[in-house]
């Protein structure tokens, strides 16, 4: 019965990230792999409130069947933020609501790619991205990404080949922590101008900036061919998988049809829940909260790392976010080194997963959000012993 | 740039029932329209007591990101309940939580269908369904559904063709009401016995039966090629959107890889909330509170339509659910009559989006969840009044 299944699904492999989950199960296992919001952080007593503010006042209406749009007042909210916070205009009737920014990417492939059409993606690129695209076949043309940004000449010949999109997460990238510079960015909207590529901007991380100054949106470089991509995962809770999408009129027509589809709409009763917690709470200075222990954290991994890794294993600057990127020497293998490293009870992520090409990869994804300063400073030195034993053979 | 989009949705038309909704937006419309459970029955403080107790007890574990499968303790909960009430015996890891049953389809599509695979769908057969089903650009082979069940010989034809899958409503169908008799559903077990084809039992009115005894479950007959799919929105509250799909373990395993390409996981929080609510409430109690009122109300509707409507207009007698399905004299368009409903302040929903082709209907959908008695009579009363003034054209 090998024919059960559809094309789209028989070449996908088991997740290696699911694999590494198992790994981390281990108590004793030090774990620079995961991706998740430090759970300290969780306004768990504040969302206990709004929750019981929204039973005494929402009645009945948030356990009901709603639109498939999402909550409009959410909505609402979500577009002032964007004025006050990027000074960007977006209409609120462009707003999906969708069940954290995965669903969005998953729904925007939906709609728009045939099997076989040119995708431009981040190479290292977001691995969720990856896995939602992919099953929709799409033909990948990854572009490197740089300490400033995206490979200006490799995009330059890849839109040549006409993509239909082009995927970025130009602040405080998943999975190596850099940011498009403005110049950068400046470039690549020259480049794909009147190209008809979508360029998705996905920003989980935006808001978790804890050094430098913000740059400006895609939006207001090529705000007609651009989607943006939003969530409260990182700086509420990822629990409610609540996220959105803001797309042009046109290509929201038909994010409607694809949401109906998909589930009819998203959990009713967290928007509403959400929505009261953000009216009647300081989300500034929760996000405040974040980014300094954020910042600390990553600035302490880089410390450690400067101090215990021998001099040719270099690593990437976050200015925000939740990750940094190592690269050891060319000749070493992060995947040998994973081996080694677990036998030593610390983990992380192995570079190969977030390509879309077989590669060999010597980088791997450090995660600093969710460990504190001792947590570190122990499993970068047992990382670092990992390293001397893989150089030695 | 109207090769922005994908083949599967340039020929989607716009949901003929979103603009239905919009008509029932006034309030001085009577609507046997919707779809939507009775919200008087919503167990709200008993879901705030659970969601405290949830925040209390499960501190910050209802609030991070979670695992694709689903909450085990809710899926172990689903897998006793389908033992207690249906003496159908799953492995709690063979279930998948998912947004709605809705959701559900989306992935079983995703998973199986490529273009062009058949599909045998019931006719009429439920929106939501055609919906998520034809993004995957399937041939449908309708079969068509009586009193007591699917057409067999239909059927027999149909299975000629290798469909990939089938897709059932077996109690209580929307829109029709009916259900399928013990004796048919032998009979559709025997056909695809063997043949390859998954049968996909969807169930969400199950458990609101009003007279008659329950009827074996496909998965008695033919259990290997059987996936079931059921949702807590029609017993508990469809805002949390929480359903689920019981598969295989081979084909479990493709939808684990989809769901986490589609959103991760589902809303963890609700998740840990129903699980409350059912672990400390009497649901069945609660059930047969929700089964007398729909009941009584079914009962109410048909004497009305018996009273009130040309012996010509027929309708089914459904043991449970939420609708019931009238059929005017065949030279009568229900799609006509809708126009004079809504002058007249009653709405339903026409037959022509319940079918995969194009055809007239002369029959319609009444829901009867949503309207108490009094509303049943003048309700039906301005529809017999609507089929009067057709007749005399």
Redesign the interface.
């Known amino acids: 019965?090998n024919?059960?299944?559809?094309?789209?699904?028989q070449d996908?492999p088991?997740?290696f990230i699911r694999e590494i989950l198992k790994v981390t199960m281990d108590r004793s296992m030090i774990s620079f792999a995961g991706?998740?919001?430090n759970?300290e952080f969780?306004p768990?007593r504040e969302?206990?409130e709004a929750?019981?503010r929204v039973?005494d006042e929402n009645?009945?209406d948030?356990?009901?069947?709603?639109n498939s749009e999402g909550l409009f007042e959410l909505r609402e909210f979500i577009a002032k933020r964007y004025k006050s916070e990027q000074n960007i205009e977006v209409d609120p009737e462009q707003i999906l609501i969708?069940?954290?920014s995965?669903?969005a990417l998953?729904l925007i492939a939906?709609?728009?790619?045939?099997e076989g059409?040119p995708v431009i993606i981040e190479e290292p690129g977001y691995l969720?991205a990856i896995?939602?695209l992919?099953?929709?076949r799409p033909r990948y043309i990854p572009v490197g990404v740089h300490d400033e940004g995206m490979d200006i000449e490799t995009l330059r010949t890849g839109v040549t080949s006409k993509p239909?999109m082009m995927y970025t997460v130009p602040n405080f990238q998943n999975p190596s922590g850099i940011s498009y510079a403005h110049e950068n960015r400046t470039r690549i909207a020259e480049i794909i101008s009147g190209s008809?590529c979508?360029l998705i901007e996905d920003d989980p991380y935006g808001a978790l900036r804890f050094k430098g100054e913000q740059i400006d949106s895609f939006y207001h470089l090529i705000g007609d061919q651009t989607i943006l991509l939003g969530s409260f995962?990182k700086v509420v809770?990822?629990?409610?998988?609540l996220g959105w999408v803001v797309a042009p009129k046109?290509?929201f027509e038909?994010l409607i049809?694809?949401k109906?589809?998909?589930?009819?709409?998203?959990?009713?009763?967290?928007q509403y829940v959400i929505l009261n917690f953000l009216k009647n709470n300081a989300i500034d200075q929760h996000i405040q909260t974040i980014v300094g222990a954020y910042g600390s954290q990553c600035q302490a991994m880089i410390d450690c790392i400067e101090k215990m890794f021998p001099d040719d294993v270099t690593c990437t600057r976050p200015a925000g976010g939740m990750f940094l990127w190592a690269t050891l020497p060319e000749y070493m293998s992060a995947m040998e080194l994973f081996d080694l490293a677990v036998e030593r009870k610390v983990a992380f992520v192995p570079g190969e997963p977030f390509y879309t090409r077989q590669v060999r990869s010597s980088a791997f994804r450090l995660n600093f959000s969710c460990v504190d300063k001792k947590v570190i400073e122990e499993g970068i030195g047992r990382l670092a012993e990992a390293i001397s034993v893989m150089s030695s053979r």
Chains 1, 2 share one sequence.
């Not at 939906?110 to 045939?114: A, E, L, M």
């Open positions: 019965m024919d059960l299944f559809a094309d789209r699904i996908v088991r997740s991706g998740l919001p759970r969780f768990i969302l206990q929750t019981n039973f009645g009945t948030c356990l009901q069947y709603s969708t069940n954290g995965q669903q998953d939906k709609v728009t790619i045939n059409d969720g896995q939602a992919s099953l929709y239909k008809g979508l995962s809770v990822p629990g409610f998988r046109r290509i038909k049809i694809a109906q589809a998909a589930d009819l709409h998203t959990c009713n009763f967290t």
